[in-house]
């Protein structure tokens, strides 16, 4: 097994548990200004040049987003109710995991929103489409992909990965 790099060390749980709380933090106000932008949105002149569909194409994309607030939100609900005072590496895991699927609503609310805003503003449902898959395509990658092909680039590196 390789020396670990002196610049990597292991977080202490209470650093882990620091950050994961530090995250959720970051994350909830852009998606709460969010939510009320897309809630806003129905109530402008604008929305009515959208068709029936498109109006519940935002509807989704609300409710997504709705989800995505409300995973976001958890963590910090169970670490107030359930280990209160505590800190606990079941607390970091299941907040971590909160925090990674909540990702994945939000990524499909914003690229809806990006294509009822890009057909909107261009009137051309082909090139919206183009906008929406190239955005869910740079979440996907860059929340997704980039993390899992780096985690699997370090346990290779540190020789935990498959055949170590």
């Known amino acids: 097994m390789e020396c670990q790099n002196a610049t990597e060390q292991p977080a202490s749980l209470e650093e882990e548990t620091r950050t994961v709380i530090e995250e959720a933090r970051m994350i909830l106000p852009g998606i709460q200004a969010f939510f009320g932008f897309q809630l806003i949105a129905v109530f402008n002149n604008r929305f009515q040049e959208l068709t029936h569909t498109e109006q519940v194409l935002h509807l989704i994309a ?90 699997t680039r370090a346990r290779r590196r540190h020789g935990s990965g498959p055949g170590a």
């Open 62 to 151: 609300l409710l997504l987003l709705a989800v995505s607030i409300a995973l976001i939100m958890t963590p910090a609900a169970y670490h107030r109710i359930a280990e209160r005072g505590m800190v606990s590496r079941h607390f970091v895991e299941l907040a971590s995991r909160f925090l990674e699927c909540a990702m994945f609503p939000l990524m499909l609310s914003i690229t809806v929103d990006l294509f009822l805003l890009t057909r909107l503003i261009l009137k051309n449902s082909a090139l919206s489409t183009v906008v929406a898959v190239g955005a869910i395509m740079m979440f996907f990658g860059l929340w997704y992909l980039f993390p899992w092909t780096q985690s």
